[in-house]
């Protein structure tokens, strides 16, 4: 028996910073150069640019997403929408819940 192919369609985000998604890679087999044994990616669905942040621990990632948060908000002049994850435990702490709903990101 064998299965029809799989159709689907590839939706974007309707402008930039609509919609970012991220995930936490880690640890590396080996680590890089200053002890980075983490990295976290970034990516505008809308333009697919992306961003990698290296890290010495996972823990860092809420810091390197307010940084990625800065620089892209004042370079473009536009404000994060949406921040689409894995919901791994880096995403879902307190601290990181309620700077998403100050700065108005949903998560997802």
């Known amino acids: 028996m064998t299965r029809k192919p799989f159709v689907g369609q590839s939706t974007l985000a309707n402008g930039l910073l ?7 890679y880690g640890p590396l ?5 200053w002890g980075f044994s983490y ?3 970034v ?8 961003y990698v942040y290296l890290m010495r621990y996972k ?7 307010k940084e990625f948060r800065l620089d892209v908000e004042n370079q473009t002049g536009r404000k994060i929408k949406t921040l689409r ?21 949903v998560s997802q």
Not at 60 to 65: D, I, L, S, W
């Open 18 to 24: 609509n919609m970012i998604h991220t995930d936490v």
């Open 29 to 33: 087999n080996t680590q890089a150069r």
């Open 39 to 41: 990295f976290i990616t």
């Open 43 to 50: 990516i505008d669905d809308h333009s697919r640019y992306g």
């Open 59 to 65: 823990s860092e990632a809420f810091v390197r997403f």
């Open 85 to 105: 994850s894995d919901r791994g435990g880096e995403y879902i702490s307190g601290e990181f819940i309620d700077y998403l709903k100050e700065n108005g990101i």
